[in-house]
Structure formats: C-alpha cells, structure tokens
C-alpha cells in the first residue's frame, strides 16, 4: 500500500519524476532496526 501511495503522490506533482525505487520485501521496519536493514542503508 505504501508503494501505490507514493507514486499516487509522484503523479499528482508532475514536475516529481520516479528514478529508483527500493523496497524490503517481507521485512518489518518495526522489528528490524535501520543497521540492519539493506534498503535503508543504500538510502
């Protein structure tokens, strides 16, 4: 659901243009802190 809402919220600011997209499939970021986390660290 976050994923469909960011790029609702790119297509509403047409001057906003998609380059890259990251995303942890199946990992909680409650649960697992930032360290630990790829995605984020590549951020």
């Known amino acids: ?3 469909q809402y ?3 919220f790119i297509k509403r600011n047409p001057e906003w ?3 890259n997209e990251l995303y942890e ?3 909680s970021g409650f649960k697992v802190s ?3 986390r790829d995605a ?3 951020m």
């Open 1 to 3: 659901m976050q994923r």
């Open 6 to 8: 960011c790029r609702e």
């Open 17 to 19: 243009v998609l380059t």
């Open 25 to 27: 499939k199946g990992i």
């Open 34 to 36: 930032a360290k630990e």
């Open 40 to 42: 984020i660290q590549e």
